[in-house]
């Protein structure tokens, strides 16, 4: 399978609690980015990286979370002190950029529930 | 602001029929679009796109429409399976974007066998 791979599908976490997710990209895909997506709405923007840089930020993206991309391969996302309101889908996407339109490939992302 | 808007939350419509979803988008600056199909507990997966300077793009039963003037696409599917049935997202890029998406909030297509 050399599709986007997320681990873990599925966190069950307390309030307070840490929580990391990683990303595995499609190998030769030099972008990469985090969507998150909650009950009923579409995927909304977080963060992407092109190779191991990262370009962009959402204002949703409080510092409490924090994402990384060492290298340019798999990526990590990060969740500090987590809160009721973090339980989504934590999706992840990649593309190969070529400076025109590119579609994203997306994984099967991360349900995180926080209790 | 929702930038991207599909109306219809859902949509039923009879195997073999076609299906005809919608979208609006406010953004200028949007000239790349998006279909993804979600099947549940699963990520997105890209369906068919449509540049800006083209205004109808065709793959097999899927079709996207793009007028740009009134700020408005349209995905047809026909004729419709039940395999289709999903949660359908459309999602624009804009200028200079890097690819960045902005997704509508979808709209749950249901074939009747």
């Known amino acids: 399978d050399t599709g986007v791979s997320q681990d873990p599908r599925h966190k069950i976490t307390k309030r307070g609690q840490n929580v990391t997710f990683r990303c595995d990209p499609i190998s030769e895909h030099n972008r990469l980015y985090w969507y998150r997506q909650t009950l009923g709405q579409g995927p909304e923007f977080l963060t992407y990286f092109q190779n191991e840089a990262q370009l962009e930020k959402s204002r949703l993206l409080s510092d409490r979370f924090s994402a990384e991309r060492p290298k340019g391969s798999f990526s990590t996302l990060e969740i500090q002190r987590t809160e009721q309101g973090d339980s989504a889908m934590y999706l992840c996407?990649?593309?190969?950029?070529?400076?025109?339109?590119?579609?994203?490939?997306f994984g099967s992302g991360t349900q995180l529930s926080v209790l | 602001d929702q930038q991207v808007k599909q109306n219809s939350p859902s949509l039923s419509v009879q195997e073999g029929r076609i299906s005809i979803l919608n979208c609006d988008y406010t953004n200028s600056m949007f000239d790349y679009f998006l279909w993804y199909k979600k099947y549940p507990a699963e990520g997105p997966t890209f369906l068919i796109s449509i540049s800006s300077i083209k205004d109808k793009n065709e793959d097999g039963r899927f079709t996207v429409f793009l007028n740009k003037s009134a700020k408005h696409l349209s995905l047809h599917i026909v004729p419709s399976q039940p395999g289709d049935s999903a949660v359908y997202f459309c999602?624009?890029?804009?200028?200079?974007?890097?690819?960045?998406?902005?997704f509508g909030t979808g709209t749950r297509l249901t074939i009747i066998p």
């Open positions: 999602a624009a890029s804009a200028v200079g974007g890097n690819e960045k998406l902005t």
């Open positions: 996407a990649s593309s190969y950029s070529q400076g025109g339109d590119e579609k994203l490939f």
